[in-house]
């Protein structure tokens, strides 16, 4: 693995609350958990879509510091590589989230079941960098603290602050659903739910009375105050499923968010 060990200090230098496991880490304990999320042998660092133009998506990610939350944080182990060894290979889709997610779905089916077995989330075996499967499902990797808290009032004191300590339970509660949702064919987010989800926009898939739907969730992270994240589903189908009222329990289920 190309690991650039000057990013790694680069790193705990400005994310001293970076933990492992809950455990505060040293460069190599980093050096060590990033090698285990590498698939041996694979050249793939990370798949994704650009969501926009690929020369503006690849600019957001130069332009974010190391440490910091945006604006295109998502695949931040790159970060950690020596970048001179690294190529952007891309192609124009018509769908692309279909495509990423095909793309994902070879890569997987490709690799070896030793080579599975060896990573730190054998149940997550997409490439180094991808910290999702494009459903959702997130790779327990047990980083925390490698980027800016969500807000100023989060603790950056170490493994017992509130980014160091937190912890995906695969539950969370929605805002409550207003007819001004409804309208809109969204379902709203709060902040202390949001690590449910994606850390950047993406294309997701909702389970609402027993069936699946393509959704799109955006975090909304942009600006001085944090906003709660969105997830669109379209006004026919959530007006199917949902009525106006209180918040409601969302379930990270691995293939999807199902509601409750």
Do not use: C
Not at 31 to 36: D, E, F, I, P, V
Not at 110 to 127: E, H, K, M, N, Y
Not at 189 to 201: A, D, H, N, T, V
Not at 228 to 251: K, P, W, Y
Request: no cysteine; glycine share 12%; charged share 25%.
């Amino acid at each position: 693995m190309p690991l650039d060990l000057a990013a790694v200090n680069s790193l705990l230098e400005v994310r001293p609350e970076t933990t492992i496991d809950g455990d505060q880490a040293d460069a190599q304990q980093v050096g060590n958990r990033l090698n285990a999320m590498w698939p041996a042998g694979e050249p793939v660092v990370y798949i994704g879509l650009a969501g926009t133009s690929t020369h503006q998506r690849v600019g957001q990610f130069y332009e974010t510091a190391i440490g910091a939350r945006g604006p295109h944080a998502g695949g931040w182990p790159v970060q950690m590589l020596d970048t001179a060894r690294l190529w952007v290979h891309y192609g124009p889709a018509d769908a692309p989230a279909v495509a990423e997610a095909a793309m994902v779905d070879r890569f997987v089916e490709g690799l070896a079941g030793d080579v599975r077995r060896s990573l730190i989330d054998p149940a997550t075996p997409v490439p180094f960098a991808n910290l999702t499967f494009p459903t959702g499902r997130r790779k327990i990797h047990g980083f925390r603290g490698v980027k800016a808290p969500r807000n100023v009032s989060e603790s950056r004191g170490g493994p017992t602050g509130t980014e160091g300590a937190a912890v995906v339970t695969g539950f969370g509660r929605t805002q409550g659903l207003t007819d001004a949702d409804l309208a809109a064919g969204q379902i709203r987010i709060p902040r202390e739910s949001k690590q449910l989800f994606p850390e950047s926009k993406f294309e997701i898939k909702v389970e609402l009375g027993g069936e699946m739907y393509p959704a799109s969730w955006d975090p909304r992270e942009g600006g001085d105050k944090e906003r709660s994240g969105v997830i669109r589903v379209g006004r026919e189908v959530l007006t199917r499923h949902m009525s106006a009222s209180g918040s409601r329990i969302v379930e990270d289920t691995g293939r999807g968010y199902r509601f409750l």
